[in-house]
T-cell receptor, first 111, second 115 residues
Framework: GNSVTQMEGPVTLSEEAFLTINCTYT??????LFWYVQYPGEGLQLLLK?????DKGSNKGFEATYRKETTSFHLEKGSVQVSDSAVYFC??????????FGKGTRLSVIA | DTEVTQTPKHLVMGMTNKKSLKCEQH?????MYWYKQKAKKPPELMFV???????INESVPSRFSPECPNSSLLNLHLHALQPEDSALYLC??????????????FGPGTRLTVL
């Protein structure tokens, strides 16, 4: 079936540290891949997306590359800020199947 | 503009009350969604409307009743809810254009508390 697995949190980093949040997906079909971010008390915001192999999505200093060979879409940022503290969800979408989310990773950045 | 709006932002209701959640988008999207999100969990799909017709109901109890009056509006009518229905209710929309990248855009949610 369709599934997304992302690293369990919480992740706690110091400001300006490098961030990686791992995400892998099942290879059924040719999914589009997404990272959504949820700040405390808010809804989900689209952070970035990629629709085919080797595409790189980027936004606000975050990047993720669609890796078909490893079925991965890891989220990275070179230097995190306190304002990046949030929950990050990896998700996949394929054809007319519903959007499938990972369990979410809570990131806390401390000054 | 990729905005989905939801009202109210917060709602407190008793188990005998009837209330409604409202969602609106003006992006011309023809697919609209209701999700339920409990704390520290990903969103769970409840309903999908495609071209104003209900296309998916994920076995949601009948105390939740969705309605899509037109292509821009989506309502969720609530009646005789239970305390365990307390959650963040999220609306989302997506274009059904075949050239789209299938991106769903979410609203800010309604925080529902059932007493």
């Amino acid at each position: 079936g369709n599934s997304v697995t992302q690293m369990e949190g919480p992740v706690t980093l110091s400001e300006e540290a490098f961030l990686t949040i791992n995400c892998t997906y099942t290879a059924t079909g040719y999914p589009s891949l997404f990272w959504y971010v949820q700040y405390p008390g808010e809804g989900l915001q689209l952070l970035l997306k990629a629709t085919k192999a080797d595409d790189k999505g980027s936004n606000k200093g975050f990047e993720a590359t669609y890796r078909k060979e490893t079925t991965s879409f890891h989220l990275e940022k070179g230097s995190v800020q306190v304002s990046d503290s949030a929950v990050y969800f990896c998700a996949r979408y394929s054809g007319n199947t519903p959007l499938v989310f990972g369990k979410g990773t809570r990131l806390s950045v401390i000054a | 503009d990729t905005e989905v709006t939801q009202t109210p932002k917060h709602l407190v209701m008793g188990m005998t009350n009837k209330k409604s959640l409202k969602c609106e988008q003006h992006m011309g999207h023809r697919a609209m969604y209701w999700y339920k999100q409990k704390a520290k969990k990903p969103p769970e799909l409840m309903f999908v409307y495609s071209y104003e017709k209900l296309s998916i109901n994920e076995s949601v109890p009948s105390r939740f009743s969705p309605e899509c009056p037109n292509s821009s509006l989506l309502n969720l009518h609530l009646h005789a809810l239970q305390p365990e229905d307390s959650a963040l209710y999220l609306c989302a929309s997506r274009t059904r254009d075949t050239t789209s990248t299938d991106t769903q855009y979410f609203g800010p949610g309604t925080r529902l508390t059932v007493l």
